[in-house]
């Protein structure tokens, strides 16, 4: 596709419920990011993928947070038992390599916990 | 980990006025420094970077310089225009693989 896709793009969900956040890089991109951005805070890293390979999971704030790429292209963030705290805009992005260059961000899915 | 600092948190000048957004971190092992813009309630978007054996990089009206030895970054826009106005980010790494953000810059142009 032309750019990053995320969906869903808002999602409210009681406590407790568990969600899935799904991005779809940019084709050929071979590094794939998971950030989260709280109200009037800069992004936080989650997690990185390079291919499918996950190689850096130290932001996940907890064991509830898990994310995928199984097959090197799509991935999904999976937050289960969410809590308030959860609430914010995760950011899904994409560069072509992780040695440095431009990371292309999708527009966000804004998670709302209730 | 990276500690990231930006000063000033809000800046307004005056159209075709310059302004400045400084940025200290703590990585010594940093070696890539891009600056982020993002408007409201949209994503953030690179507008210039630079790596660690440049001290110094323009992109027209933007440009970046890069102090090592101190570590700090800044981000200078000359004759700013009303479409500048957004949240300005530095996000130094090793790489681009984990990406510290800074809290942010609004900066406001004054028509």
């Known amino acids: 596709g032309a750019g990053v896709s995320q969906s869903p793009r808002y999602k409210v969900a009681k406590r407790g ?3 899935a956040l799904r991005c779809d890089p940019i084709s050929g991109h071979v590094s794939l990011f998971w950030y989260q951005q709280a109200l009037g805070q800069g992004p936080e890293f989650l997690t990185y993928f390079q291919n499918e390979a996950q190689l ?7 064991d509830r947070f898990f994310a995928e790429r199984p097959e090197g292209s799509v991935s999904t963030l999976k937050i289960q038992r969410t809590q308030q705290e959860d609430s914010a805009v995760y950011l899904c992005a994409s560069s072509l390599t992780g040695l440095a260059g431009e990371l292309f961000f999708g527009e966000g899915s804004r998670l709302t916990v209730l | ?3 990231v600092e930006q000063h000033p948190s809000t ?7 310059s302004a400045v957004i400084k940025c200290t971190y703590s990585d010594s092992a940093s070696n890539y420094f891009p600056w982020y813009k993002q408007e409201l309630g949209k994503r953030p978007q690179l507008i210039i970077d630079i790596r660690s054996n440049v001290g110094e990089k323009k992109d027209q009206r933007i440009a970046v310089t890069l102090n090592k030895t101190a570590k700090h970054f800044s981000l ?4 700013t225009q009303p479409e500048d106005s957004a949240v300005y980010f ?3 790494g090793f790489g681009n693989e984990k990406l510290t953000f ?3 810059t609004r900066l406001t142009i004054i028509p």
């Open chain 1, 17 to 19: 419920q568990d969600v």
């Open chain 1, 56 to 62: 850096d999971k130290s932001g996940l704030p907890s």
């Open chain 2, 1 to 3: 980990g990276e500690n």
């Open chain 2, 11 to 17: 800046l307004s000048v005056q159209e075709g006025d």
């Open chain 2, 76 to 79: 200078h826009i000359t004759e």
């Open chain 2, 90 to 92: 530095c996000a130094p």
């Open chain 2, 102 to 104: 800074g809290t942010g």
